[in-house]
């Protein structure tokens, strides 16, 4: 399992209120919650993201609340993986449990651009940038986290098995 996309770097502290505006949490639609998707960081986001992208960014990426809502925005706006130094711990159980791949490594985090070409191996958890010619060990995910990802969630793997 793999993904390769453009990269929209972040920094550190990029909080579920950025990810999606509480003004927005009136619905769970994904759709709906992706037209918002980053709006208050970076207003041009969801006009540019296409399918497969990446987004990069810094420490404790996900902090603040423990909503569900951010990561099924970012998978909704056609994020294949996030890749950060740190995610605050209930944005990556979040994420997992919806479908969200992502991926801790500081090195990729700090040397990875915006509008870099990455590709990511989820299998060895080797991170590419295509672009810059250099190459990230990441950690690779757990078989069981693949088999919830590749089943676009948790509550699918379960119904599934």
Do not use: W
């Not at 990426?61 to 130094?85: D, L, N, Q, T, Y």
């Not at 969200?100 to 590709?119: F, K, N, R, T």
Request: charged share 25%; glycine share 8%.
């Amino acid at each position: 399992m793999n993904a390769k996309g453009t990269v929209f770097k972040y920094g550190d502290n990029v909080d579920t209120d950025v990810i999606i505006p509480a003004r927005y949490l009136n619905t769970s639609v994904p759709a709906e919650l992706a037209a918002h998707c980053m709006e208050d960081i970076d207003k041009d986001f969801v006009k540019k993201v296409k399918k497969g992208d990446i987004i990069v960014a810094n420490k404790n990426f996900g902090c603040g609340s423990s909503r569900e809502h951010a990561p099924i925005a970012i998978k909704a706006a056609g994020v294949s993986c996030v890749i950060a130094e740190t995610f605050a711990r209930i944005f990556y159980r979040n994420a997992i449990n919806i479908g969200l791949p992502i991926i801790e490594c500081p090195e990729a985090a700090e040397s990875i651009q915006a509008g870099d070409e990455v590709e990511v191996d989820f299998d060895s958890g080797i991170i590419t940038d295509i672009t810059r010619g250099t190459t990230f060990k990441g950690q690779a995910f757990p078989p069981f986290m693949q088999k919830i990802i590749a089943a676009e969630g948790l509550i699918n793997y379960i119904n599934n098995k």
